[in-house]
């Protein structure tokens, strides 16, 4: 299946920025919505934002909505997440996920990358 490879991961002080870059190999996946998805220890996985397969539509968690923007590129099988005003409780492994539909549940999605720690320091 297609493959998915995050980086960008990092640590950073609140407050600050960083941005997350999701690549694909295997084939294009310019006909599907990706999504981004976290995991702090100890607790579930959840949504953060999503984008559908044109790019025309975005969607975010209320947690991180004003804060983070998802961007793609599909002539370069990629997808990005902005991420800005970073607080304590956005430290998780992020992951990227790509999928026939777009939805806010990690099982509505087909393949997922192995992702990048991000931790942010109080």
């Known amino acids: 299946q297609v493959q998915l490879v995050e980086s960008g991961g990092g640590l950073v002080q609140a407050g600050g920025s960083l941005r997350l870059s999701c690549a694909a190999s295997?084939?294009?996946?310019?006909?599907?919505?990706m999504g981004w998805f976290r995991q702090a220890p100890g607790k579930a996985r959840e949504f953060v934002a999503a984008?559908?397969?044109?790019?025309?539509?975005?969607f975010y968690a209320d947690s991180v909505k004003g804060r983070f923007s998802i961007s793609r590129d599909n002539a370069k099988n990629t997808v990005d997440l902005q991420m800005n005003s970073l607080k304590p409780e956005d430290t998780a492994v992020y992951y990227c996920?790509?999928?026939?539909?777009?939805?806010?549940?990690?099982?509505?999605?087909?393949?997922w990358g192995q992702g990048t720690q991000v931790t942010v320091s109080s």
């Open positions: 996920a790509g999928g026939h539909r777009l939805g806010m549940a990690w099982f509505e999605y087909d393949y």
């Open positions: 295997g084939r294009t996946f310019s006909s599907d919505a």
């Open positions: 984008i559908r397969w044109n790019g025309v539509n975005t």
